[in-house]
């Protein structure tokens, strides 16, 4: 088994683990700040399949993260998981709190394309 | 009521059937003329398609003649065809029964060999190679299972290496 397989399956364990919040602590300290983008585009995903408010806020309302990430592949592939998500409620919930409260008008902006792609996808 | 008298026959219906007669003539006239002409739907064929009775029968002699002698050839080619299949399925059950006794031998002598060749299994080894393709302990359902600060050593130990 190669190192790259290995990681994927670390992340992936850490993603379906049963303690979410020390799970997402991992995932957002080690792999979001990855300078490698296959690493960030892995936990952006493990994190949107968690589907649960901690996770979901890291990739949707933190800078240079998620659907912020500076990589555009990063960025898309997050987007591209939110959008094949089968329950969506809880994701559209955080980008409307995004929208309203985030500080950068930037990840607002983001946020508020990503919704209108969601509401387009699911009529 | 009149009387019949010669003077008032009409002779039309005689007139007729004479002229009737005279044409039936006239065609076998025709027909005197070309004897061995043929009127098949109104054509004439004048070729002369008879031939004389001596020459049909020598013809009939040829036909026999040739018969005969396409009978022999049929006959001879059918012994000589024989007698090429037997020699040629000799030669074949010739070649099947060396083929097989080629076979034989050569089991005879692999089963020799594998009498006389020491097979040993070097368990250790098939087993770090199988471990190395099928790392079972870094599949996600092991992983699930341990701690979150031992994955997140591993982790960290995978992405420094």
Request: charged share 25%.
């Amino acid at each position: 088994m190669n190192n790259t397989k290995r990681i994927n399956n670390i992340i992936e364990a850490l993603g379906k683990h049963e303690d979410t919040v020390e799970s997402v602590r991992v995932l957002e300290e080690i792999g979001t700040n990855s300078s490698i983008d296959e690493v960030r585009e892995m936990t952006a995903q493990a994190l949107i399949r968690k589907n649960c408010p901690e996770s979901l806020k890291v990739v949707i309302a933190t800078e240079g993260k998620g659907i912020n990430d500076l990589s555009a592949r990063v960025a898309m592939s997050a987007i591209n998981e939110l959008l094949s998500l089968e329950d969506k409620t809880e994701a559209i919930k955080i980008l409307e709190d995004t929208m309203e409260n985030a500080e950068k008008q930037e990840i607002k902006d983001t946020a508020r394309s990503v919704k209108t792609l969601i509401t387009y996808s699911v009529q | 009521m009149d009387k019949l008298s010669i003077g008032k026959f009409n002779f039309g219906v005689i007139k007729q059937l004479s002229g009737t007669k005279k044409s039936e003539a006239q065609n076998t006239t025709s027909a005197q003329s070309n004897p061995f002409g043929i009127n098949f739907k109104g054509n004439v064929y004048a070729a002369d398609v008879f031939e004389s009775s001596k020459a049909q029968s020598a013809a009939n002699n040829n036909i026999l003649n040739k018969a005969s002698e396409k009978a022999k050839m049929f006959t001879s080619s059918i012994v000589g065809g024989i007698n090429s299949f037997n020699n040629s399925l000799k030669s074949r059950f010739n070649s099947i029964i060396s083929f097989g006794k080629q076979v034989k031998d050569n089991i005879a002598q692999s089963w020799e060999n594998a009498k006389n060749t020491n097979i040993e299994f070097d368990f250790k080894g098939l087993k770090n190679y199988i471990s190395s393709k099928f790392d079972y302990s870094y599949s996600v359902s092991n992983l699930q299972k341990k701690p979150v600060a031992q994955l997140e050593e591993m982790l960290l130990n995978e992405l420094s290496a």
